[in-house]
């Protein structure tokens, strides 16, 4: 792909190209340069994409044909597998992150494809003669219209992660992605338009910047169940907005993750993924290693290590093979991470200023050091609120018992990391952690096989494995009376 302007990305609806109303401009976060345009959708692209999914879950086969269902996720697997290359260049350019951090996401979403593809096969209910002559059986029956709602921090990924189960499952989608990445998300309805065995209808996509559209994917009695990725607050808005037809939701919010490392860890192990922990997608990640938790006997070399390694990251274009951390998605998110590291100096020892790269009022890339701020207090803001940047906080506790109270004293829980030699360690404080993912001396491994989301106001549901399929579907009970001959 070339560094040249782009073509301008559109809209995809019921088997249609759409770049109908507003036209926007993609910046390259590197540089502020224009990238391209993309048409910019709203509300009546939403309501058009809601109305192409409900008819084609109630006028074509998708709903009941497996086979169908399982070959188009196969089929799209493929198309992405072609134009691989094209989507983690794109996405190092629009969205920032590095080459390798590119290819990482891109990566994990071709097999998540395939996972479903084959669950669609796979699945199953129950059935048993519970007396004498009367058998009851369940059968799994897709939710309807499924709404997707993903973020611009890993579009591509999290995208896939709810609307292939939802294929899966026999629903049809209305997708709603972010204006930040336009781009990336026109190569992405291009790859579902070259999957020649989805139905027209089956899956429609909209780019949106503002919020028109996403409200009425919300509140509209067509769509049955919605899929969200992003911010707390968001998510308690959209729980408020579904509350009046019961509508069942599935959450992966905010996350605030504790990096537990006791005395006996090995630092050399600890310090090289602790680092990319906090500079992985420039800390722009819901799994973001945010918090890091020393106990007292290893904190001095850890706070000194961890201060080196985050200090010596290069940062640079996403899109250039030397650089360790790319820039954040837009000025205006690192200019309120430097606002809130500012506001921790107030009450916290800055062990690693990091900050704004370059700091003039012409100034328009979105790059942004790593930081390191030790704090003591739990309540202090820093701990308490996700930062959504290259920041962490960083804390010393004692006793185990301690670990596991300071990591629990936010109102998060998606994830965790505990890092120790010890084989039993782990189990017992894994089992006090109020989070939905618990590495041992690993951070950001996620297995399809494998559910994941979040405790607390961290969300709801689960997305991957069985479980999120199921957040698709709905349980029928058949009872069958078999009569008696005479």
Not at 127 to 144: N, R
Not at 332 to 343: H, K, L, P, S, T
Not at 375 to 391: T, W, Y
Request: contains cysteine; glycine residues 8%; aromatic residues 6%.
């Amino acid at each position: 792909m070339s560094s040249t302007v782009q073509p301008q990305a559109r809209h995809y609806i019921d088997g249609r190209w759409t770049a109908a109303g507003t036209v926007s401009t993609s910046y390259n976060p590197a540089t502020g340069a224009p990238l391209g345009t993309f048409a910019d959708g709203g509300a009546s692209e939403a309501a058009a994409a809601i109305a192409a999914a409900r008819r084609a879950f109630e006028t074509t086969a998708w709903s009941r044909d497996r086979e169908l269902r399982a070959r188009a996720l196969f089929e799209l697997a493929d198309r992405m597998t072609e134009r691989r290359d094209e989507l983690v260049t794109l996405l190092a350019r629009e969205n920032g992150k590095i080459l390798a951090e590119a290819a990482f996401e891109v990566d994990l979403t071709i097999p998540k494809l395939r996972y479903y593809g084959a669950l669609a096969l796979a699945e199953a209910g129950r059935a048993a003669e519970v007396k004498p002559g009367l058998y009851s059986m369940t059968l799994t029956e897709p939710a309807g219209v499924a709404a997707v709602i993903a973020p611009w921090n890993s579009p591509v990924v999290l995208a896939v992660r709810s609307f292939a189960p939802a294929l899966a499952a026999g629903c049809t989608v209305v997708m709603k992605l972010p204006g930040q990445t336009g781009l990336v998300n026109g190569l992405l309805y291009e790859i579902i338009a070259a999957t020649a065995s989805l139905p027209a209808g089956v899956v429609n996509c909209f780019t949106e910047s503002g919020n028109t559209g996403a409200p009425l994917l919300i509140s509209s009695p067509d769509v049955d169940v919605v899929s969200y990725t992003g911010s707390t607050a968001v998510g308690r808005l959209i729980m408020a907005a579904a509350a009046p037809k019961l509508k069942p939701l599935s959450l992966e919010l905010g996350g605030k993750s504790p990096m537990i490392v006791f005395d006996d860890a090995d630092l050399d192990a600890v310090v090289p993924v602790l680092t990319k922990a906090i500079t992985t997608f420039t800390g722009q990640f819901c799994m973001t290693g945010s918090r890091i938790l020393a106990q007292a006997g290893i904190a001095g070399e850890l706070r000194e290590r961890m201060a080196k390694s985050l200090a010596a990251v290069t940062v640079g274009p996403g899109d250039d093979p030397a650089s360790e951390m790319g820039p954040m998605i837009d000025r205006a998110n690192a200019e309120r991470v430097d606002r809130m590291v500012a506001d921790a100096a107030r009450y916290a020892t800055v062990i690693e200023r990091g900050g704004l790269v370059n700091t003039g009022s012409d100034a328009v890339d979105a790059y942004y050091r790593p930081s390191l701020i030790e704090v003591a207090d739990l309540a202090a803001p820093i701990v308490q609120h996700e930062v959504f940047g290259p920041v962490a906080t960083f804390e010393v506790f004692t006793t185990e018992a301690e670990a596991i109270a300071r990591a629990n004293a936010t109102e998060y829980g998606l994830a965790a990391s505990i890092w120790t030699r010890d084989v039993d360690l782990p189990l017992r404080v894994g089992r006090e952690l109020q989070a939905g993912t618990v590495w041992t001396n690993t951070w950001a491994v996620v297995v399809d096989q494998f559910e994941e989301g979040g405790f607390k106001q961290s969300g709801m549901g689960r997305l991957n494995g069985l479980r999120g399929l199921a957040e698709f579907q709905e349980i029928k009970h058949l009872v069958h009376a078999a009569p008696r001959r005479a």
